[in-house]
């Protein structure tokens, strides 16, 4: 045992016995009477005002972050009111009796207050894991610190050490290390959410470069927060050559289509082949692009539903991607009509009925043409352009005939149906045989 360990525990002893002492005077069991007193007094308080404060609290609106901070306050009333009794009484006491004999109120309010101030920090964080832990961490610390015993209880966890070579690792060490890493990438986090939001507002970059930047800026802010971290608590980073190379071999092992999922989602930003708002087709997936993770695209189909598509195949495989270079799509529309109609007016009046379909760019002017002289029909296609397929196709089209329909209705152009005419012949000899036969039975008849 090291001496600096023997020093903190005999400090430690002549605490506690201090403390027995002063357990056995009255005024000990006097404060505890208070305190359990003012708290029940704090609950029954809370109780009352709570709803009060709750109704109060919900004409907060359009200010999120004070509202956050309100609702974190209200679930701590009684902890508010516990200290602010304590604080009352402490102030009383003082004026009447000698500062001695307040000490154990003095450190019930201590450690109220830090409860308070860490409980309500911690709601700032959203997962509530790593906030209640975060909370207890530095409610524990604060309690040690008030309570006088902070260095003899970093000296006990510092002898609990792993030495590794050169490197001692304790337990102090890891848990100074776990504090600090988690508090350094939630700060990344968060200054990396703020700075891709203004990226994402700019309007000056195209929206593949957006989300690149805001892409590398968060993985960069965590990977400075993480050295950092380990930095401060005296970790050496080149002792964790041998952890990369685990990784190393992770990846190569079973992590290859994350990895390739990342590196695909670099190069589709990279070349700008996809963006947020391109209409695509991919494998009988059509849809339109909502938004590129690092693993995947989302892709929203016209029937609403939202597919989860590996990057990965956005590079290997066939893709249509209907707003590559612009939003302009053409679509085409085949139809028939009577022989008896001239086909010159039936191809005036479709282009009419398409430019009477709102969705169909009047900039670019549609065209009919006579494809073919089919059995029953003449045979036309109509092409128009639209600007929004991610409005959807199939609506578009049915648009246009309908307004087919209507027009060549009104201008008496019939659509023909298939019709076929049916000729009966009968064999010559089977006639002559029965012609025979009927002579027959004439005679014997």
């Known amino acids: 045992m090291s001496i600096d360990v023997r020093t903190a525990i005999h400090d430690t002893l002549v605490k506690i016995s201090a403390g027995l002492d002063y357990a056995a005077t009255p005024w000990l069991l006097y404060q505890a ?11 029954l308080v809370a109780r009352r005002v709570d709803p009060l404060l709750e109704n109060r609290a919900r004409q907060i609106k359009g200010h999120p972050g004070l509202l956050r901070v309100v609702a974190a306050l ?40 830090a409860w308070l101030f860490a409980s309500v920090l911690s709601r700032i964080i959203r997962n509530r894991l ?18 006088g015993v902070s260095d003899e209880a970093a000296a006990f966890l510092d002898s609990l050490a792993l030495p590794l070579g050169t490197t001692h690792i304790s337990a102090l060490t890891v848990l100074k290390a776990a504090v600090l890493l988690i508090a350094t990438v939630w700060l990344a986090i968060v200054v990396g ?21 805001g892409k590398i800026v968060k993985i960069g802010l965590v990977l400075v927060a993480g050295a950092i971290a380990l930095s401060s608590v005296g970790v050496n980073l080149s002792a964790l050559t041998v952890f990369s190379g685990a990784v190393g071999v992770g990846v190569g092992f079973g992590l290859q289509k994350v990895v390739s999922n990342f590196v695909s989602g670099v190069i589709i930003l990279l070349d700008k082949s996809i963006k947020p708002g391109d209409t695509i087709s991919l494998e009988g997936t059509f849809g339109w692009i909502r938004e590129l993770r690092a693993r995947f695209v989302s892709v929203v189909t016209r029937d609403g539903r939202e597919y989860l598509i590996p990057n990965e195949d ?47 760019e009047a900039d670019r002017q549609p065209v009919c043409w006579l494809t073919n002289f089919g059995e029953s029909s003449l045979d036309f296609v109509l092409r128009f352009w639209i600007h929004d397929p991610q409005q959807g196709l199939t609506n578009v089209r049915g648009r246009v005939l309908l307004a087919l ?18 000729i009966l012949k009968q064999d010559e000899h089977a006639v002559d045989q029965a012609d025979l036969g009927h002579d027959q039975n004439a005679k014997i008849g």
């Not at 009477?33 to 609950?43: G, N, P, S, T, Y």
């Not at 891709?196 to 957006?210: M, Y």
């Not at 991607?321 to 479709?350: C, E, I, M, T």
């Not at 209705?409 to 298939?418: A, M, Q, S, T, V």
Request: aromatic share 12%.
């Open 33 to 43: 009477v208070i305190i359990i007193c003012l708290f029940l007094a704090a609950k």
């Open 74 to 113: 209200l679930r701590r009333t009684n902890w508010i009111f516990f200290s602010v009794f304590l604080l009352v009484a402490l102030t009383i006491m003082r004026s009447v009796t000698r500062s001695s004999q307040t000490h154990l109120i003095v450190i019930a309010l201590s450690l109220s207050l």
């Open 130 to 147: 790593i906030g209640r832990t975060l909370a207890w961490l530095a409610w524990i610390y604060a309690a040690l610190v008030i309570l």
């Open 193 to 213: 959410n703020y700075l891709d939001e203004r990226v994402q507002s700019s309007e000056e970059l195209t929206p593949s470069i957006r989300i690149l930047i």
């Open 314 to 360: 956005f590079i290997t495989r066939r893709v249509i991607n209907w707003s590559f270079s612009d939003n302009f799509v053409r679509l085409d529309v085949n139809f028939g009509v009577s022989y008896d109609a001239d086909p010159h007016k039936v191809s005036q009046l479709a282009i009419e009925a398409a430019k009477s379909i709102v969705r169909v």
């Open 405 to 422: 329909w209507d027009i060549f209705k009104e201008n008496g152009i019939c659509i023909p149906y298939p019709h076929r005419e049916i």
